[in-house]
Nanobody, 126 residues
Framework: QVQLVESGGELVQAGGSLRLSCAAS????????IGWFRQAPGKEREFVAC????????YYTDSVKGRFTISRDNAKNQVYLQMNSLKPEDTAVYYC???????????????????WGQGTQVTVSS
């Protein structure tokens, strides 16, 4: 089992940057692929990015490609989401999640993830 805690969300102006962190408990963190999802008010939760267990493979939804970067440090049990050139449409609650799944497209589907954090609010003002 793994517990996840997100942090780093805040209010930022359009064009700005934020780095979200996802801290995991447990000694089996490196066995999980990690995904970032987000949910805006009145909308369904959507996939943002994911990273493989070893960190050598990443995948992004089209709307964040070239702006967001996902990374992980298994020694510190941490996953990061660096978000640059933020837009008002990036406003959402951001969640990290863990899964034993290893292949696309399952890693882009929220139902593939077993463990979830509580979320962190990102608000981008125009």
């Amino acid at each position: 089992q793994v517990q996840l805690v997100e942090s780093g969300g805040e209010l930022v102006q359009a064009g700005g940057s934020l780095r979200l962190s996802c801290a995991a408990s447990g000694r089996t963190f490196s066995l999980y692929a990690i995904g970032w999802f987000r949910q805006a008010p009145g909308k369904e939760r959507e996939f943002v990015a994911c990273i493989s267990r070893g960190g050598d493979s990443t995948y992004y939804t089209d709307s964040v490609k070239g702006r967001f970067t996902i990374s992980r440090d298994n020694a510190k049990n941490q996953v990061y989401l660096q978000m640059n050139s933020l837009k008002p449409e990036d406003t959402a609650v951001y969640y990290c999640a863990a899964t034993f799944q290893t292949t696309l497209p399952t890693l882009t589907t929220d139902t593939s993830y077993r463990y979830w954090g509580q979320g962190t609010q990102v608000t981008v003002s125009s």
